[in-house]
C-alpha cells in the first residue's frame, strides 16, 4: 500500500526555511470570549512524523487542530506549518479527517472517496480513474459502487480516511478518527491504521482520548492539561512496531511504561 505502489501525488516540498520542521506551535493562546482554550502552547513537529495530543475533554486539542487547519485564527503566539503561518495558508497544507466520517449518503464510497480531487478542479473522470485503483490497498475492493449505508463503521473510517488522503496535501490533522467505533472495530482500525501511516509519508498531527492510540499511532505523545490547555510534557515513544500485532505492541514492557508515564502527566 505504499505511495510508490498505488501512485499518490507528492505533496510537494515544504515552504519553510527548515525543511526539516513540518508544523511550529509558539507560544499559542486561543479564547472564545472569557474562556481561554489554549494558553502558551509550543512544541514542534518533525515534517513526515507523527505526533498524538491527549489530555483531559475539554482541553482545547480539537480547538489546536482547527488553527491548524486555519479555521480558526489564534489571539496569540505563531502557528508555522510548512512555512505557511496566514489561515489561507496553513488551510493549503492540510487536510482534516473528522471524528465522523462524514460520507454523503447519495454517493457512493467511490465518490465520495474522490470528493477532494473534485473540489481541486479535478474532472469526475480523471478523479474516478485516480482514485479507484486505491480501494484495492485499502481493503475495499467490490466496495466501490455501494453506499454508505451498506459500509461496516470501519469500512467508512476507510473510505474517509482515503477521502483525506485524495486531497493530496502534506499534513494530515486526526480529530479522534475512530471515536465512533466500538472497541473491537476500533482496535482493527488502530492496527490497519497504523500500516497506512507508515506507508505514506505525511506529517500527521492526532487528537485522541485514548492513550493506547496516541501511543501506537504516534512517534511522539505531546500531553495537555485541562482547560487552558498547556503542554504538560513531551514522550518520545520510539517503539518498534514492524511486523507487529497490536496486541504484541500494547502488551510490551516499553507500552506499559510509556502509557503510566502518559497517564501520570494526565493526572
Not at 511550529?24 to 470570549?33: I, L, P, S
Request: with cysteine; glycine share 10%; proline share 4%.
Amino acid at each position: 500500500m505504499g505511495e510508490q505502489s498505488i501512485g499518490l501525488t507528492d505533496p510537494g516540498a515544504p515552504g519553510s526555511a527548515d525543511d526539516s520542521v513540518g508544523i511550529a506551535f509558539t507560544g499559542v493562546r486561543k479564547a472564545f470570549g472569557d474562556v481561554v482554550a489554549l494558553d502558551g502552547v509550543t512544541f514542534q513537529i518533525e515534517r513526515h512524523s507523527r505526533i498524538g495530543i491527549v489530555g483531559p475533554s475539554g482541553g482545547g486539542k480539537s480547538t489546536l487542530l482547527q488553527l491548524t487547519a486555519g479555521l480558526l485564527e489564534q489571539d496569540g503566539g505563531t502557528i508555522n506549518v510548512e512555512g505557511e503561518t496566514a489561515t489561507l495558508g496553513r488551510l493549503s497544507r492540510c487536510a482534516m479527517m473528522p471524528q465522523r466520517d462524514l460520507l454523503l449518503p447519495w454517493r457512493t464510497a467511490l465518490e465520495n472517496a474522490m470528493i477532494a480531487m473534485e473540489n481541486r478542479g479535478v474532472a469526475k473522470k480523471d478523479a474516478r480513474a485516480k482514485t479507484r485503483p486505491f480501494f484495492e490497498h485499502f481493503g475495499l475492493a467490490k466496495f466501490e459502487d455501494v453506499r454508505p449505508d451498506q459500509l461496516s463503521g470501519g469500512m467508512r473510517q476507510r473510505v474517509s480516511f482515503l477521502r483525506t488522503l485524495m486531497a493530496e496535501k502534506d499534513i494530515l490533522l486526526l480529530d479522534e478518527p475512530f471515536g465512533a467505533l466500538d472497541s473491537i472495530t476500533r482496535g482493527q482500525m488502530q492496527e490497519w491504521l497504523l500500516r497506512a501511516l507508515g506507508d505514506v509519508p505525511r506529517t500527521v498531527l492526532l487528537v485522541t482520548h485514548d492513550v493506547d492510540e496516541a501511543l501506537l499511532l504516534s512517534r511522539t505523545v505531546v500531553v495537555m492539561s485541562a482547560r487552558p490547555g498547556r503542554v504538560v510534557t513531551v514522550l518520545d515513544v520510539g517503539l518498534e512496531t514492524d511486523g507487529l500485532s497490536r496486541r504484541e505492541i500494547v502488551t510490551s514492557p516499553e507500552f506499559i511504561e510509556l502509557k503510566e508515564s502518559a497517564l501520570e502527566a494526565i493526572e
